[in-house]
Each structure stands twice: as structure tokens, then as C-alpha cells.
């Protein structure tokens, strides 16, 4: 079984509090972004093995999201889900803020029940996607999605960006996610993402913000340059894609 993993892009991220358990709750925008993995498996008479190729991970195969996929059903399904070899081709970078591994590990569950015929439904598959990670449930879902909490309660938001030329930068920069976070002062949303749909894109410059920007380009002032470069470019808008260090701008189709 195969299938292409896509990242996201967060149009808008705003941290609003920190909470009792560590977490922070949030408001942003998921929209699908067209960047790609490849994912397969098929079935096997060995034991269970996972395999990488591509963007080289520095995780062991038993920390990695796909494996902790298969992992979590065959606990919960031992009788039928079988002991696979597992393939994944990485072409999202890690710690870019794309949601790769996230994206990867959502797509592992809903291959699984597909292909063993679980018949989970999309909402059992977002309680176990929490289990591996704040957005990964996003990715059960995969359209545009309003969210908050920790990035798991989502409701539909109709966004079309097919009639724009949507543009993936990566950096080399490595953002720590966490010192980020420490760096943050939680507040009050300044604007209701959800009323983007009512704004036109050149609008979203006055109204829509990556509360991550600030303590990422404090650490790391290339990457202020790079958001830049993106309007130099003709961007309509430009933003870093959750705690960085990629950036999306979003361009008019010629």
C-alpha cells in the first residue's frame, strides 16, 4: 500500500495561554501544503522492519512517528494487524514547522485501518493520532482546518488557495520548538482566524501573525531576511510555517 504524506502550512498562529499540563493552547489556520513524503508497506512472513531513505533522520527507527503508528494498532489489533515492512522516503525536512513526521504518522493510521479493514472511525483516528503528537490528528482530516487547544480541535474552514501559487522555502536553521516556547508570552488572540474568509489575501498582512516570528528571528535575524525576500518576490502574503524555520508565501498564478 502507498501514499504521499503532504505537509501543512499554519496560516496564522497565535498562542494564547499555557496550560495546567505544560501544553499551550492555540488558534491557526492548517491548509494542506505541496510538499510531499512517500509512504508504503506490504505484508511479510519476517518480523515487522521499517526502512528510511531520503532526508537522512537522526531518530532511531522505534522513535520514529510511523513506527509508533503501527506500534499503537498492533496493540490494539493484535490479531489483525500483521507484521509488515515498512518504507518511508523523506522529502519534508524535520523541524521546518511542515508537520512532516506528524503527516507521515496520521497516514500510517489511515493505511492501516484501510488496509486491514479496522473500521475506525475519522474520530477514534484523531483521539489515537493525539497520542503521537498536538497536530498529527490535522492530518486525519487533511483540508483546511480551524484549531485550537493544542491544535486538535478543529472545524472546517473553506479555503481555496488553488487559484494562487503557494511557495515552500526551506532554511538550513534548526529552530529548537521548545526554546521558542519559552521565549513566548502567551495572549489573547488579536484577531478571529476564522474570519479570513470575509479578508482578501492582501488584506491578511495587517490582521495575521505567527506569534513565533518574534522570538525566532531574535534567535536566528537571517530568517526576518528570508520572510522579506518572499514579498520582494511578489508575494500577496508571507509567513513562517509554525515555530520555523520554513517559510510560505503565497503568490498570484501567472
Known amino acids: 500500500m502507498l501514499s504521499f504524506p503532504n505537509g501543512k502550512i499554519n496560516i496564522g498562529l497565535f498562542i494564547t495561554e499555557k496550560r495546567a499540563d505544560g501544553y499551550h493552547n492555540l488558534e491557526t489556520v492548517f491548509y494542506p501544503a505541496p510538499v510531499k513524503d512517500i509512504l508504503e508497506f506490504v505484508e511479510t512472513e519476517q518480523e515487522a522492519s521499517m526502512t528510511t531513505t531520503g532526508l537522512p533522520l537522526n531518530n532511531h527507527i522505534s522513535d520514529n512517528l510511523v513506527w509508533k503508528a503501527y506500534q499503537l494498532l498492533k496493540e490494539l489489533f493484535p490479531q489483525r494487524v500483521l507484521p509488515l515492512e515498512i518504507h518511508l522516503?523523506?522529502?519534508?525536512?524535520?523541524?521546518?514547522?511542515?508537520?512532516g513526521g506528524s503527516a507521515d504518522s496520521a497516514f500510517m493510521l489511515k493505511m492501516l485501518n484501510d488496509h486491514f479493514r479496522l473500521h475506525l472511525s475519522v474520530e477514534d483516528l484523531c483521539e489515537l493520532a493525539l497520542k503521537l503528537g498536538s497536530d498529527c490528528p490535522y492530518f486525519i482530516y487533511n483540508s483546511p482546518q480551524f484549531a485550537t487547544g493544542r491544535g486538535e480541535l478543529m472545524q472546517t474552514l473553506p479555503i481555496d488557495l488553488t487559484d494562487f501559487h503557494l511557495q515552500i522555502k526551506y532554511t538550513s536553521v534548526h529552530v529548537s520548538t521548545a526554546k521558542a516556547f519559552q521565549?513566548?508570552?502567551p495572549k489573547p488572540a488579536p484577531f478571529d482566524l476564522r474570519n479570513l474568509i470575509h479578508l482578501s489575501i492582501l488584506e491578511w498582512k495587517q490582521f495575521v501573525f505567527n506569534d513565533f516570528e518574534e522570538p525566532v528571528f531574535m534567535m536566528h535575524p537571517e530568517l526576518a531576511d528570508m520572510k522579506q525576500q518572499l514579498y520582494d518576490e511578489g508575494a500577496l502574503f508571507a509567513s513562517m510555517t509554525g515555530s520555523g524555520s520554513a517559510f510560505f508565501g503565497i503568490f498570484p498564478k501567472h
Open 89 to 99: 522516503h523523506k522529502t519534508i525536512p524535520t523541524g521546518a514547522g511542515l508537520g
Open 183 to 185: 521565549l513566548i508570552k
